[in-house]
């Protein structure tokens, strides 16, 4: 399972969404209300976690929006190979190919058997940070 679902009035800033079909961190986020026949509508802004680029959603508040199951595993890298790295899975031993991430600070601590935080979001993998 690859998402689940919330209404937008219970997200808030630090929380994800998905928007556009792209897993997305929320930065941003304002209600307001409207008039006597209308409902209140949420204005959100979010950062995309694989491109970067910057999403907005203005919807009721009520409504259902989809948001990421994230899956957070812990692995050890094995070979940098230029734009990627090899990462062995701390729990399963299993290993697997991942692209660095685009944060130079991060990128420059990718080093063979340096541990690593990567999430699996809708089948897409991404390192997070070093442990």
């Not at 008039?35 to 694989?50: D, P, Q, R, T």
């Not at 491109?51 to 919807?59: F, I, Y």
């Not at 994230?70 to 190979?81: L, N, P, T």
Request: charged share 30%; hydrophobic share 40%; proline share 5%.
């Amino acid at each position: 399972m690859s998402k689940t679902y919330a209404t937008l009035g219970e997200l808030k800033p630090g929380n994800f969404i998905i928007i556009d079909g792209e897993p997305c961190r929320i930065v941003e986020m304002s209600k307001a209300k409207t008039g006597k026949h209308g409902s209140a509508k949420a204005h959100v802004v979010a950062i995309s976690l694989f491109t970067g680029s910057k999403k907005t959603l203005v919807a009721p508040v009520g409504q259902r929006v989809e948001v990421p199951v994230i899956e957070k595993r812990v692995g050890q890298i094995i070979a940098d190979m230029g734009d990627m790295v090899q990462v062995m899975d701390m729990e399963t031993f299993e290993t697997f190919e991942v692209e660095k991430p685009k944060d130079e600070k991060l990128r420059s601590k990718l080093q063979p058997g340096v541990e690593v935080e990567y999430w699996i979001v809708m089948g897409k993998t991404m390192i997070v940070r070093t442990r």
